[in-house]
């Protein structure tokens, strides 16, 4: 008798669906955290970028004497939160005409890298192709490997084309 109210007992049911579900909902969660976290890392560095970019458009790069450092400051100053500045590579080469563009793709390491080419910052009315590359490491390890793959990074690129504006002027 004491075993057949056994199994007609509902208490616990509720803790056994949860518990079945439970690994499917905490996976949704912690993929929902890692892609915001991710898309705001993609946008941080495009905004570092940028507002880097700026100092480069307007000349006041060229007249430090060490522009990639100044330029690599003000991608970390803007890039404090999510990226660890010292993984952005960072380039930026002088183009003779903006059609030059489609000739000067990244190059990348054997482990998917971007390889720099070098830091020109130009001069007066040069066109500039400027490029970062970061590697976001995923947090979550499981999500990390589902929309990442087996290494857990997702590479994030900002490429910036612009002309220097004139703020060499002769007064006389």
Request: hydrophobic residues 45%.
């Amino acid at each position: 008798m004491k075993l057949k109210k056994y199994f007609r007992s509902e208490e616990g049911t509720t803790a056994i669906e949860f518990s079945l579900l439970a690994i499917p909902f905490f996976m949704l969660v912690f993929g929902i955290i890692e892609l915001g976290l991710m898309f705001a890392s993609a946008t941080l560095l495009e905004g570092a970028t940028s507002n880097a970019a700026r100092l480069v458009r307007t000349g006041q790069l060229q007249q430090n004497s060490d522009p990639q450092a100044a330029f690599e400051q003000a991608l970390c100053d803007y890039a404090t939160v999510l990226i660890r500045c010292e993984d952005i590579v960072v380039e930026a080469q002088t183009m003779s005409s903006f059609s030059d563009f489609d000739e000067m793709a990244p190059t990348y390491d054997d482990d998917g890298n971007m390889e720099s080419q070098g830091f020109d910052a130009g001069g007066s009315g040069d066109r500039i192709l400027i490029r970062t590359f970061y590697n976001y490491t995923m947090m979550v390890p499981f999500v990390g490997r589902l929309l990442a793959g087996p290494d857990n990074k997702m590479p994030f690129m900002s490429t910036i084309v612009l002309q220097i504006e004139p703020y060499e002027a002769d007064f006389e």
